[in-house]
Structures are given as C-alpha cells and as structure tokens.
C-alpha cells in the first residue's frame, strides 16, 4: 500500500501540518514519530484515516441531510440534546463502509500486524476531531477511544464506533459551547499499535504544573494498567513532579514529589469474557508500590521537555509502559489549554475565615474558594436533578458529565487525580474543584450548604457551612526593581508553587519544623528508635506513613527533603534560607511518638529549643536525619541554592558545637558552596554579632523573639500583648545595631516578619537602616515591594 492514499495515511508520513486531515491528535502522533525519534521519544506506530474518507462515509451513507436536519431541529429547540444525539450516533452505526476504504484500512492494520510480528495484534482505536486539540480548546474526552482491538472485522467496527462518538451529547455540546460547526468537523481515525501496559502502567503528564502554571516542573500521574482509568479519574494515581532546570545533570535526581496513591483498581485485557476490557481489584502490593522507578520518572520528564521544545509550548501527554518489554512509550501529546493561556502579571488570592469544622479533603485544583449547597448525584443519568449554581458531589465524572459540570460553581469527587477527567474540564471551565476525597458522596448531604477551598495549597477542603472568602488582586506587572532584596517567608510545600509568579528575590524563611509538623507528622526519634517505641497506637501510625521504607529514618529523609525541594524550587535559582527545626520541647511532643523522647519545661519557649538540642545526646541523632536531607536536597536533587539557618544559637561556643555536628553529618560551611546563616533573636546576638559572623555567612532577624527578649515579654501573653510592639526604640536599635556590625564584617542581615508588611514606617525605618532583604508573607509581598521602591526613590 503506498504511503499516502486518499483515506489511509501511515503516522510517520504526518506531521503538525496535516491537522485538516487527520486532526490534531493523530498529527501529534505523526509530527513525533517523524521528527522526535532521533531525540529517543518512542510513540507506537500506526495509521490515520483521514478526513476524505470521514466525508466519503457521510456522503455514501446519505448522512449530510440527517446531520443537518438533525442540528438544525435541535439548535431550534424542537429536539433535545439527547434525542438528537441518539438519532445522529445511531445513523452512522449503520452506515457501511465504501469498499475502498474498508479495504485501505485492513491493508493497513495487516502491515502494522506484519511489523508487530504477528497476527491479528491487538490496536488501540482514538478519535481525532479536525478542530481537536487546538491551543484555545482541549475537546478533552469528546469523543471514543477503544482498546484492545483484534482482527479486521472488529477494526472496521470500532472505527466505525468513532465515527458516531463525533455526536455523543458531551460533545455536541462542547461544540456548541465553543462555537464549532457541527457540518464542519470531520473525524479521523488513529490505529495504533497497543503497548503492553495492560501488566505494566500508564498515565498521563503535563509539561506544566497544572494547578499553578509553574513552568518548571512536569506533572506525571501513574496507575497500573491501561491508562484510562487515569484519564477517567476512576483511581488514585501515584503523582511525581520534576523540576526540569536540573534534569540536564545526569548526576542528580530532581524529583521534588513523590506521593503515593491507593490505585485501587486497574483496567487490563479480558479477552475471555468477550469485552475487549475490563476493571478489576489491584493487589494489596501493587497499592504499596511505586508504578515507575526513579529512572522511569526522569527518563518520561526528559521527553515531557523535548516534546514542549518541540512544539513551542506547554504540552499534555500521555505515557504507557509496556509490562512486557519494560519500554516507556509516548502515546498521545497536545498542547495544554489552561495554565499556559493564563495572565502573567495579575493573579487573585483568596483567604478564608470564619470557617465551620472541615468535612473531608482531597487534592486541590484551582486556586479558588466558594460556598455553596451540595448536589449529589450518583451518575451522568441523573443529571436532570442538577440545580444551576450548586456544588456538584459525585464519585467521578467522565465527558458525559460536561454539560452539567458547566452550570454548577465547584466540584467534588470521591475519585482522580490532578490529570482526571474532572481536573481537566474544572480547571478549563475556571471551576475549584476537590477530588480524590475517598468519600465525600458519604459525608456530604443533598442542600447541605458548605465551603469549598482550593485556596490552601495542594490539599482541598470542604468546610461545614458558608465561610467568610476574601480575594484580593495582586498585580505584579511592572514592578520596580529594589535595592533591598524582597523575599517572602514560605513554609507548606504545598503551596509554594501558587506565588512563583511574584517577583521575589527569593525564599528569606523556610520554617523546617511546618513541614515535619505537616507532611511528616513523626518525631525523628521515634523512627531512630523505632524498636524502643513504646506506644502501640504511634506504631501503627508509624507503619502506615512508612510503608515500602525497610529503613524507617530513610522516610523522614525522603519526605523532607523533597517537602523542602518544592519551596526550593519556587524561586530556583533566587535563595532559599531554611531554618532547621525550631520546635518548642511541647510542639516536639505532639508529633506522632514523640511524648517518649521530649522532657516537660515550664516555659519551653525559653527552653530546650533551636540550636541547643542539635548536639544534645538527647536529640543529636534527630538532627543528623535533618542534616542528611539538607544533603539530599542539595547534593542528590540539586538544590545548591538552599541556604542553611541556625535558628536561637545563644552563645558562640553553641555555634562551635553546631556547626562541628552539621560537619560530622556531611554539611561543611564552603564546601560546595554551602552558606550558613543564623538566626538574630537573642540580644547576645546583637552584642557579639562580630564573632558570630566569623562563623557564619549571614545574620536573618527574628522581630519576635528578638522583641520578646528584648522587652522581656512572653509573646503569648493576652495581657501583654499592648507592650509587644517592635517599632519600640530598645528594639530597634537591637536592629539598627546588627545591622551595622553584620555590614562591618562583611556578611549580610536580613528580617522576616509582618512589622514591615504592617506598619511602612517601620519598613522604612529597614531601608534606612541598610538592611540586605526584607522577608514577608506573600500576600503582603506586592505592598511592601512597592513601598520599598518608593522609598528608594524608584517609584512609579
């Protein structure tokens, strides 16, 4: 069979310019085969019918005149969406194909059996719509994809399938939402050679974080078996984020995520029971292991790269791993529709208070909140129920949900992951969506009225009743540049990706224990001596975070470590200064096993805190896991830009012995490039702030405790709380002084803390003094930033 022909088209003589022929995804497939395989991207060939021979079937089916008839009487409104899509699917089933393209088609899955090396080999069958996949619309799902296809006659059959999917109510109904001339869309065919993921995996990957549009990381979401359980959001993925400026370096692994999901469920092969698929139990081990190794991860995230260069933008593919051969495979790519459109200079922040106890929660998409009253419906047929403006809760939603999707102001979902088919049309329809809840559809009750927030990181959450939502509009563009540094303080990994459109300077507080407190939830003790435990229940606990670790303190190194690359990588290559823990011995205590290792103090926020207990025996073991994943996340992840913080160091002696242990666990001051910095909370940090800075590379202010023990004021205190005030003249000049001696020795000083956001004088008063940077809250970042170059002289 030649190469072209007027209904057959081979993937490898297609390329992006063949669109009108064969749509997007199948040019996709063509343009990679053609032009990406010496970069070693493997798509599994194939062929395309084409649009010709989509008309050519219209045309001897007599179809042109039902069509048209058909749309017109339902854009009158004289037919309902259902009934016109049942009539129009149920022509073209019936339609017969022209001989010479029943005949081009099987000539061309014989040849593609023939270099298979074998017979009958099983395809998979995808729709491509002539306006599909262009960058302002995503047609995700629109129409059928068939797997598992073997032999001519079934072949014929589902292509003729995919033919009738073009009038399915989903997407007769997107194309009308878009605009689209229902008699001017055409439909190819992609047959494509199926990978083996049926006992391997599959999934889906984004060049760009889709929650935020942070460009530098690839999203990659992974289940077992073939990939539309993923797609569907059936299952609950495992998801890993890379951040791509580091993955040119063969010697490091920047995966800053690795969160494992529950991937209950798996669509595989079930040629014996006469359907081409089916959906059945995982494992218990497949639930507790990893879909793709690190090497997978970063060999996947390297093409993610080559295909968004190749294209000129941020791209949406999907994977397959053949269980079989082992082999990774590309097996569909198109450009993201979403984040990639998004303004630049404008985003909204959204701040709740006021809220009722929370629900459930779930992964976050979208960076917005809303109340509103539940509407819960169990499948697409129930549809009819649906109350304009209600919050939709269902277990998960397939294209079939879109026309819905659109009327209601937020979605929840018991199922999927953040590359679900829920994810993808909330974040194109603008909607704050939760999924991967587990069960929300059991919690939450018809006309309960609640609050969905997507405003608080990765994490979602439904709150009982109506919060109180403030949003604010921060606009960023053209901003001047300052001489003092403005940096903002960052603590959940989570949301650090939601700001990387601020211009900061970088990350000025990085506070370790949040992410202990949050993400980890174990006292590092309790996993050094782990077999001393005495608590049953922490245990259990214990064993369930540690799952697939044999080393238990290897976790608490994972987890922090790449808790700390997300925040690292927000600002990369700008700083980040992250303070090792500063747990108060009570704060300590609550973290799952620790009441077994932390001794009771009277008043701990004087007592056995920051850098007293780094070389205590009673918690030296501890702060060696700390140090290990500061290794990790520089030397391994790549993160040379984390600075390290020594948080309330009282006398230097104490520093000595700090930074003797940090050397002990691989963390030398100028060895590749490391920096420490120290605190300046204690007054004794101010008086001999020259010899600290003989130890260390900078001074970051603490105005609270440096207030606090100033003033001699617990800060805590209600009945105090008039006196706690860090514009007083005893403070400042503690300020005012560290800042002169830090310039005298030639190290930088900078301050965190809501003074400058709060009060201009105060930040003023900052800029006068000569401070390096000042570090704020994101929400007050615009502010201060604004202010400062005012008071530089460069406002505008």
Same mark, same amino acid.
């Given at each position: 069979?030649?190469?072209?022909?007027?209904?057959?088209?081979?993937?490898?003589?297609?390329?992006?310019?063949?669109?009108?022929?064969?749509?997007?995804?199948?040019?996709?497939?063509?343009?990679?085969?053609?032009?990406?395989?010496?970069?070693?991207?493997?798509?599994?060939?194939?062929?395309?019918?084409?649009?010709?021979?989509?008309?050519?079937?219209?045309?001897?089916?007599?179809?042109?005149?039902?069509?048209?008839?058909?749309?017109?009487?339902?854009?009158?409104?004289?037919?309902?969406?259902?009934?016109?899509?049942?009539?129009?699917?149920?022509?073209?089933?019936?339609?017969?194909?022209?001989?010479?393209?029943?005949?081009?088609?099987?000539?061309?899955?014989?040849?593609?059996?023939?270099?298979?090396?074998?017979?009958?080999?099983?395809?998979?069958?995808?729709?491509?719509?002539?306006?599909?996949?262009?960058?302002?619309?995503?047609?995700?799902?629109?129409?059928?994809?068939?797997?598992?296809?073997?032999?001519?006659?079934?072949?014929?059959?589902?292509?003729?399938?995919?033919?009738?999917?073009?009038?399915?109510?989903?997407?007769?109904?997107?194309?009308?939402?878009?605009?689209?001339?229902?008699?001017?869309?055409?439909?190819?065919? /992609?047959?494509?050679?199926?990978?083996?993921?049926?006992? /391997?995996?599959?999934?889906?990957?984004?060049?760009?974080?889709?929650?935020?549009?942070?460009?530098?990381?690839?999203?990659?979401?992974?289940?077992?078996?073939?990939?539309?359980?993923?797609?569907?959001?059936?299952?609950?993925?495992?998801?890993?984020?890379?951040?791509?400026?580091?993955?040119?370096?063969?010697?490091?692994?920047?995966?800053?995520?690795?969160?494992?999901?529950?991937?209950?469920?798996?669509?595989?092969?079930?040629?014996?029971?006469?359907?081409?698929?089916?959906?059945?139990?995982?494992?218990?081990?497949?639930?507790?292991?990893?879909?793709?190794?690190?090497?997978?991860?970063?060999?996947?995230?390297?093409?993610?790269?080559? =295909?968004?260069?190749?294209?000129?933008?941020?791209?949406?593919?999907?994977?397959?791993?053949?269980?079989?051969?082992?082999?990774?495979?590309?097996?569909?790519?198109?450009?993201?529709?979403?984040?990639?459109?998004?303004?630049?200079?404008?985003?909204?922040?959204?701040?709740?208070?006021?809220?009722?106890?929370?629900?459930?929660? /779930?992964?976050?998409?979208?960076?917005?909140?809303?109340?509103?009253?539940?509407?819960?419906?169990?499948?697409?047929?129930? =549809?009819?129920?649906?109350?304009?403006?209600?919050?939709?809760?269902?277990?998960?939603?397939?294209?079939?949900?879109?026309?819905?999707?659109?009327?209601?102001?937020?979605?929840?979902?018991?199922?999927?992951? $953040?590359?679900?088919?829920?994810?993808?049309?909330?974040?194109?329809?603008?909607?704050?969506?939760?999924?991967?809840?587990?069960?929300?559809?059991?919690?939450?009750?018809?006309?309960?009225?609640?609050?969905?927030?997507?405003?608080?990181?990765?994490?979602?959450?439904?709150?009982?009743?109506?919060?109180?939502?403030?949003?604010?509009?921060?606009?960023?563009?053209?901003?001047?540049?300052?001489?003092?540094?403005?940096?903002?303080?960052?603590?959940?990994?989570?949301?650090?990706?939601?700001?990387?459109?601020?211009?900061?300077?970088?990350?000025?507080?990085?506070?370790?224990?949040?992410?202990?407190?949050?993400?980890?939830?174990?006292?590092?003790?309790?996993?050094?001596?782990?077999?001393?435990?005495?608590?049953?229940?922490?245990?259990?606990?214990?064993?369930?975070?540690?799952?697939?670790?044999?080393?238990?303190?290897?976790?608490?190194?994972?987890?922090?470590?790449?808790?700390?690359?997300?925040?690292?990588?927000?600002?990369?290559?700008?700083?980040?200064?992250? $303070?090792?823990?500063?747990?108060?011995?009570?704060?300590?205590?609550?973290?799952?096993?620790?009441?077994?290792?932390?001794?009771?103090?009277?008043?701990?926020?004087?007592?056995?805190?920051?850098?007293?207990?780094?070389?205590?025996?009673?918690?030296?073991?501890?702060?060696?896991?700390?140090?290990?994943?500061?290794?990790?996340?520089?030397?391994?992840?790549?993160?040379?830009?984390?600075?390290?913080?020594?948080?309330?160091?009282?006398?230097?002696?104490?520093?000595?012995?700090?930074?003797?242990?940090?050397?002990?666990?691989?963390?030398?001051? /100028?060895?590749?490039?490391?920096?420490?910095?120290?605190?300046?909370?204690?007054?004794?940090?101010?008086?001999?702030?020259?010899?600290?800075?003989?130890?260390?590379?900078?001074?970051?202010?603490?105005?609270?405790?440096?207030?606090?023990?100033?003033?001699?004021?617990?800060?805590?205190?209600?009945?105090?709380?008039?006196?706690?005030?860090?514009?007083?003249?005893?403070?400042?000049?503690?300020?005012?002084?560290?800042?002169?001696?830090?310039?005298?020795?030639?190290?930088?000083?900078?301050?965190?803390?809501?003074?400058?956001?709060?009060?201009?004088?105060?930040?003023?008063?900052?800029?006068?003094?000569?401070?390096?940077?000042?570090?704020?809250?994101?929400?007050?970042?615009?502010?201060?930033?604004?202010?400062?170059?005012?008071?530089?002289?460069?406002?505008?």
């Amino acid at each position: 069979m030649p190469e072209h022909c007027e209904s057959v088209i081979l993937f490898d003589a297609l390329d992006r310019t063949d669109l009108p022929r064969v749509g997007g995804k199948n040019a996709s497939l063509g343009e990679m085969i053609s032009r990406l395989g010496a970069a070693g991207v493997l798509v599994p060939p194939g062929f395309a019918t084409t649009s010709e021979a989509y008309w050519r079937f219209v045309e001897s089916n007599n179809l042109r005149e039902t069509l048209s008839q058909a749309i017109d009487a339902f854009q009158t409104g004289d037919a309902t969406l259902a009934l016109t899509g049942k009539l129009l699917r149920d022509a073209f089933l019936r339609g017969r194909w022209p001989d010479d393209i029943a005949d081009a088609i099987s000539t061309a899955y014989g040849d593609l059996c023939l270099q298979a090396g074998g017979t009958d080999v099983p395809v998979a069958v995808r729709s491509s719509a002539t306006a599909e996949d262009l960058p302002d619309a995503s047609f995700a799902g629109q129409q059928e994809t068939f797997l598992n296809i073997s032999g001519q006659a079934a072949l014929l059959d589902a292509c003729r399938r995919c033919f009738a999917s073009l009038f399915t109510d989903r997407a007769i109904s997107y194309r009308e939402t878009h605009g689209f001339d229902h008699l001017k869309v055409a439909l190819s065919v /992609g047959v494509q050679l199926m990978v083996r993921s049926d006992v /391997g995996g599959a999934g889906v990957m984004f060049s760009i974080d889709t929650e935020t549009g942070f460009e530098k990381v690839v999203v990659i979401d992974a289940a077992w078996g073939l990939g539309e359980t993923v797609v569907q959001g059936s299952v609950d993925p495992d998801e890993y984020l890379v951040f791509k400026p580091l993955l040119s370096d063969p010697e490091l692994t920047p995966i800053v995520q690795k969160r494992r999901g529950t991937k209950r469920r798996k669509m595989v092969y079930a040629p014996q029971t006469g359907q081409a698929t089916q959906t059945v139990d995982t494992s218990p081990a497949e639930r507790e292991q990893w879909v793709l190794s690190d090497a997978e991860i970063l060999q996947l995230a390297r093409w993610a790269c080559v =295909i968004e260069l190749h294209y000129g933008c941020p791209m949406d593919m999907e994977w397959a791993k053949d269980g079989e051969s082992g082999r990774l495979y590309i097996v569909q790519a198109r450009p993201e529709t979403v984040q990639s459109r998004r303004a630049l200079g404008e985003f909204r922040s959204y701040r709740l208070s006021a809220t009722g106890p929370r629900l459930v929660s /779930g992964l976050s998409i979208g960076e917005a909140a809303v109340s509103g009253q539940v509407c819960r419906l169990e499948s697409a047929r129930d =549809i009819d129920r649906f109350v304009d403006g209600a919050i939709l809760v269902t277990g998960n939603t397939d294209p079939d949900w879109v026309p819905v999707m659109k009327r209601a102001v937020a979605i929840v979902t018991d199922h999927g992951g $953040r590359t679900s088919h829920a994810a993808i049309i909330s974040r194109e329809l603008g909607l704050p969506a939760v999924v991967g809840t587990g069960n929300a559809t059991e919690l939450l009750r018809d006309g309960q009225s609640i609050t969905v927030s997507c405003a608080e990181g990765d994490q979602g959450h439904i709150y009982e009743g109506v919060a109180q939502i403030d949003s604010v509009v921060l606009d960023t563009a053209n901003m001047a540049e300052t001489r003092t540094k403005i940096m903002l303080n960052l603590a959940d990994p989570a949301a650090a990706f939601r700001w990387w459109r601020l211009p900061a300077d970088g990350v000025g507080l990085v506070r370790m224990e949040f992410v202990i407190s949050n993400h980890i939830k174990v006292h590092p003790m309790a996993l050094v001596k782990y077999a001393e435990l005495s608590d049953e229940a922490a245990r259990r606990e214990i064993d369930d975070l540690t799952a697939g670790y044999n080393d238990k303190s290897a976790y608490f190194v994972d987890s922090l470590a790449r808790g700390l690359a997300r925040i690292a990588a927000a600002f990369y290559p700008h700083p980040a200064i992250i $303070r090792m823990s500063d747990f108060k011995t009570n704060e300590y205590a609550s973290l799952i096993g620790g009441a077994q290792f932390e001794p009771p103090e009277e008043n701990p926020m004087l007592g056995f805190r920051g850098a007293s207990r780094y070389y205590s025996p009673r918690y030296q073991a501890g702060f060696a896991l700390e140090c290990l994943a500061i290794k990790k996340l520089r030397e391994e992840l790549g993160f040379s830009n984390v600075i390290v913080m020594i948080p309330f160091c009282r006398t230097v002696g104490e520093a000595d012995k700090v930074l003797d242990v940090m050397a002990q666990n691989g963390l030398v001051r /100028g060895e590749n490039g490391l920096q420490v910095y120290v605190m300046c909370e204690i007054p004794s940090n101010v008086i001999l702030a020259e010899e600290f800075a003989t130890r260390f590379d900078g001074f970051s202010i603490g105005s609270n405790d440096l207030t606090q023990l100033t003033l001699g004021i617990d800060r805590d205190s209600e009945d105090l709380a008039d006196l706690f005030d860090e514009d007083d003249p005893a403070v400042k000049w503690m300020i005012s002084r560290v800042i002169g001696s830090a310039h005298k020795a030639g190290v930088k000083v900078g301050l965190c803390g809501q003074a400058p956001s709060n009060r201009p004088a105060f930040a003023a008063f900052l800029v006068e003094s000569g401070i390096d940077s000042i570090s704020v809250t994101p929400d007050s970042f615009v502010s201060v930033k604004m202010r400062v170059a005012d008071m530089e002289g460069h406002g505008q």
